[in-house]
């Protein structure tokens, strides 16, 4: 019989505020926001989250701390800390959802496809990045270019190139070969005879 894990999803927040916050400040800003958690974990049916290690609020102590935990490297951005789940792995013992997908692909486990479809199905439509309510009018002033949807911004050109048209059926042959990667890859390189070869 197969493993079965439990997705347990990590949501890091940024909290950019305009006042130095005290011992007192920031016990009530982590019983605010354990108290939001357990109303929503109590709205899908979950138990409430305890309240010691659901919720970890590390204060920046400096400029330079905080530097170090949004880069967390020369090449790490913080743009990438707080959208690029895709990027991170996790610690001893667990695995992130990105690493969970790329087991599937790699041996074929079917508890691993469902917890990626579990999480699939549940996370559909949701952001992974939000403003706070007013933080992007007051950082960006009113001159900022407005919010897009998904739709927008995929429908907008950017001077890319069409390679190949790969038709559905076909497509599906690649992927259930476990040659998407190869052909993805090849694309970027504009490499048309190795795409072609490989959907033949």
Same mark, same amino acid.
């Given at each position: 019989m197969g493993r079965r894990e439990r997705l347990a999803p990590e949501l890091s927040l940024?909290?950019?505020? @305009?006042? @130095?916050l005290d011992a007192a400040a920031i016990a009530a800003v982590h019983a605010h926001v354990h108290s939001r958690l357990a109303a929503s974990c109590r709205q899908s049916g979950m138990r409430e989250p305890e309240r010691l290690h659901a919720v970890r609020i590390d204060p920046n102590v400096s400029a330079t701390? +905080?530097? +170090?935990?949004?880069?967390? /490297?020369? @090449?790490?951005?913080?743009? !990438? !800390?707080?959208?690029?789940s895709d990027l991170k792995t996790s610690r001893a013992g667990s695995r992130t959802l990105f690493q969970i997908l790329a087991d599937y692909y790699q041996t074929g486990d079917t508890d691993d496809r469902d917890l990626w479809r579990e999480y699939s199905r549940t996370t559909r439509s949701l952001a992974?990045?939000?403003?706070s309510r007013?933080?992007?009018?007051?950082?960006?002033?009113?001159a900022a270019v407005p919010n897009r949807t998904d739709e927008e911004l995929a429908a907008e050109e950017v001077n890319g190139e069409l390679l190949v048209t790969i038709e559905a059926a076909a497509w599906s042959h690649v992927?259930? +070969? /476990?040659? @998407?990667?190869?052909?993805?890859?090849?694309? !970027?390189?504009a490499n048309l005879d190795t795409v072609s070869a490989l959907v033949r």
């Open positions: 940024l909290l950019v505020h @305009d006042q @130095d701390a +905080a530097g +170090a935990y949004v880069a967390k /490297g020369a @090449d790490w951005t913080p743009a !990438e !800390e707080m959208g690029r992974a990045v939000r403003w007013g933080l992007r009018a007051r950082l960006l002033s009113s992927r259930r +070969a /476990g040659l @998407d990667l190869a052909v993805l890859v090849a694309a !970027e390189n």
